[in-house]
C-alpha cells in the first residue's frame, strides 16, 4: 500500500522559514507527479505548487511564486516543499500528493495523499 507522509510543519514567524518533507512508502518512486496543497480553517483546499516527474517543470499559484519551491529526490523517494518569506496567510495544513500529470492544479486529479502537516505563521 502507497503512502505519502508529510512532516516539517511548525509554528513560525512571518518572514520566516520552513522545509517540508513528503515521504514515500510501499513503492519505489515517489510517484510521477507531485504537489502541494493546503487548507485553511473554513477554507477550499487549495493548489499551491506541483512538480513533474523529473523534475523539469514546476508550476505553482501566484500567491508563492518566488517564496515557495518545490522539489524531489527520487533516490530518497521524497519531495520537498522550501517555502521562504512566510506570511500569516500561509497559515494551513499542507498536503502532498501524486498523480499523473504536473501541469493540473485540481485536487480531484491527484490519487494519493498524505496526512497533512500543520504550518502556523504568527505576525
Known amino acids: 500500500q502507497v503512502q505519502l507522509v508529510e512532516s516539517g510543519g511548525e509554528l513560525v514567524q512571518a518572514g520566516g522559514s520552513l522545509r517540508l518533507t513528503c515521504a514515500a512508502s510501499g513503492r519505489t518512486s515517489i510517484g510521477y507527479a507531485v504537489a502541494w496543497f493546503r487548507q485553511a480553517p473554513g477554507k477550499e483546499r487549495e493548489f499551491v505548487t506541483s512538480i513533474s516527474w523529473n523534475g523539469g517543470s514546476t508550476y505553482s499559484a501566484d500567491s508563492v511564486k518566488g517564496r515557495f519551491t518545490i522539489s524531489r529526490d527520487d533516490a530518497k523517494n521524497t519531495a520537498y516543499l522550501q517555502m521562504n518569506s512566510l506570511k500569516p496567510e500561509d497559515t494551513a495544513v499542507y498536503f502532498c500528493?501524486?498523480?499523473?500529470?504536473?501541469?493540473?492544479?485540481?485536487?480531484?486529479?491527484?490519487?494519493?495523499w498524505g496526512q497533512g502537516t500543520q504550518v502556523a505563521v504568527s505576525s
Open positions: 500528493a501524486d498523480g499523473q500529470w504536473a501541469s493540473t492544479t485540481e485536487a480531484r486529479d491527484y490519487d494519493i
